[in-house]
């Protein structure tokens, strides 16, 4: 009976033992946790794209295919061409991901071959019959002109805009945008962490949405994410 009862007191005691080691991981570890999400927390306004035109709140329905141009930039600086290039591919994504269209881009040197030019800039007068050229090349029936007009890669990040959308037939424009996206400014800094945060990993607890602030990727994907949130409506 003795003995008996020792063993009993023994298994009472392990299953004690196991609930206070239990209890203590939950602390530390539901208190880290807790912590990161306190330290990640987003507070204040957040950035809106203003300086917009659309010719309408909806898009025409004959526009189903958009031809991305070559991004333009500034000939006499070397970063903002590097960037104009890099992040090329980056638009046309970014512009199918908004689902508002099918999506083609065009190269530099598919320019070159259908108008002679290897960019088309949207301040400068059009070649004639380019737009009707680019129609017929690419089944399309609009094309995005754009030009990256600053670019910082190094924190804060910061990333400049001005695009266009041309309807190919009419040579109208459908949207326009010129903005500059600042990570130096809260607001902006807000957005992108937001922007970051609906994108995190299955643990968002060992998530920061800080890190898009380091990483010039990611902050420039989310300037044309919330640029071509702006577009108007399908």
Known sequence: MKSWGTGS???????????????????????GCAVMRSED???????RVTNVFRASTNLPATIRRVAVLPVVADRHSLELQTA??????????????????????VTPERLSGLTGQRELAMEHEIPTNALTRLKEAFACEAVLFTRVTQYRPYPPPAVGWRMKLVDCTTQGSIWAADEVFDSGESAVQNAARRYEATRSPAAP????SRSILGS???????????????????
Not at 205 to 208: I, K, N, R, T, V
Not at 219 to 233: N, V
Request: aromatic letters at 14%; proline letters at 5%.
């Open 216 to 234: 010039p990727g990611r902050f420039a994907r989310y300037t044309l994410s919330a640029l071509f949130g702006s577009l108007p409506s399908r």
């Open 84 to 105: 104009g290039e890099s992040l090329a591919p980056m638009v046309a994504e970014e512009l199918q991901r908004s689902g508002r269209f099918e999506v083609v881009l």
């Open 205 to 208: 607890a060992l998530a920061d």
């Open 41 to 47: 927390a987003i507070v204040g306004p957040e950035y």
């Open 9 to 31: 007191q023994s298994v009472d005691w392990t299953w004690k033992l196991g609930g206070v080691l239990l209890g203590l991981w939950v602390f530390v570890f539901g208190s």
